[in-house]
T-cell receptor, first 114, second 113 residues
Framework: DAGVIQSPRHEVTEMGQEVTLRCKPISGHDYLFWYRQTMMRGLELLIY????????DSGMPEDRFSAKMPNASFSTLKIQPSEPRDSAVYFC????????????FGQGTRLTVV | KQEVTQIPAALSVPEGENLVLNCSFT??????LQWFRQDPGKGLTSLLL?????REQTSGRLNASLDKSSGRSTLYIAASQPGDSATYLCAVKAPGGYQKVTFGTGTKLQVIP
C-alpha cells in the first residue's frame, strides 16, 4: 500500500477563498482522522470518522471548517472562507479497528492563506 | 482534559551518545501511548506503540517505557546517529472506545556527527 495520500502538498490561497484538502486512507482502514499542526498549538485533532461516519468533530475550530467522507477511500476537509489564521499543516491519518492500533499519517498539506 | 508535555523541547547530542526523551501526561487513564518521529516538512512516522497494560516496547535501538500511575513515558535511543535527528512526539489515546488522541509538544533532537 502507498500509505495515506494527501493532496495537494502545498496550497497558497487568498483570504476569503475556499480551500479543499484531500485524503486517501490506507485501504481497509476504518478510521480516518484530520489533524492540524501549528507552532503555537502543536498537533490538534479536528475530526475523525469511523466507517465513513463522523464520530467526533469537537475539534473543528469554526463553522468555516467542514469535513466529509463520501466513501471508504476518500475524505475532504474544506475551509470556506479561509483566513490567514488557518495557515498550518493539515495531516490526515488512518488506522485499522479501534483501541491498540497504530495510526499512519500522510505527508500533510501545508496551507498558507495570504 | 488530558495534557501531554515533553521535556526537553530541544536536545543536541554528539553522535554515539545514549539519550532519553521524556513524555508526561496528566490523566493516567489512557488506552495506549504512541511515539512518533517527524522529519522537517514530512508526516509522522510511528516508532512504538505501548498498550496501557504494557511496561515497555523495543524496536532496534529504541526502547519506550510506560508508567501509567505516574503519568510518564520515556523513549530511550541507544548509540544515537545523525539520522536520528528529527522531532519526536508522544501521543496518548483516551480509553472507552474513543479515538481521541492528544499529542505532546515534541522534542527536537539534533545528533551532531
Amino acid at each position: 500500500d502507498a500509505g495515506v495520500i494527501q493532496s495537494p502538498r502545498h496550497e497558497v490561497t487568498e483570504m476569503g477563498q475556499e480551500v479543499t484538502l484531500r485524503c486517501k486512507p490506507i485501504s481497509g482502514h476504518d478510521y480516518l482522522f484530520w489533524y492540524r499542526q501549528t507552532m503555537m498549538r502543536g498537533l490538534e485533532l479536528l475530526i475523525y470518522f469511523n466507517n465513513n461516519v463522523p464520530i467526533d468533530d469537537s475539534g473543528m475550530p469554526e463553522d468555516r471548517f467542514s469535513a466529509k467522507m463520501p466513501n471508504a477511500s476518500f475524505s475532504t476537509l474544506k475551509i470556506q472562507p479561509s483566513e490567514p489564521r488557518d495557515s498550518a499543516v493539515y495531516f490526515c491519518a488512518s488506522s485499522l479497528g479501534r483501541g491498540n492500533t497504530e495510526a499512519f499519517f500522510g505527508q500533510g498539506t501545508r496551507l498558507t492563506v495570504v | 482534559k488530558q495534557e501531554v508535555t515533553q521535556i526537553p523541547a530541544a536536545l543536541s547530542v554528539p553522535e554515539g551518545e545514549n539519550l532519553v526523551l521524556n513524555c508526561s501526561f496528566t490523566d493516567s487513564a489512557i488506552y495506549n501511548l504512541q511515539w512518533f518521529r517527524q522529519d522537517p516538512g514530512k508526516g509522522l512516522t510511528s516508532l512504538l506503540l505501548i498498550q496501557s497494560s504494557q511496561r515497555e516496547q523495543t524496536s532496534g535501538r529504541l526502547n519506550a517505557s510506560l508508567d501509567k500511575s505516574s503519568g510518564r513515558s520515556t523513549l530511550y535511543i541507544a548509540a544515537s546517529q545523525p539520522g536520528d535527528s528529527a522531532t519526536y512526539l508522544c501521543a496518548v489515546k483516551a480509553p472507552g472506545g474513543y479515538q481521541k488522541v492528544t499529542f505532546g509538544t515534541g522534542t527536537k533532537l539534533q545528533v551532531i556527527p
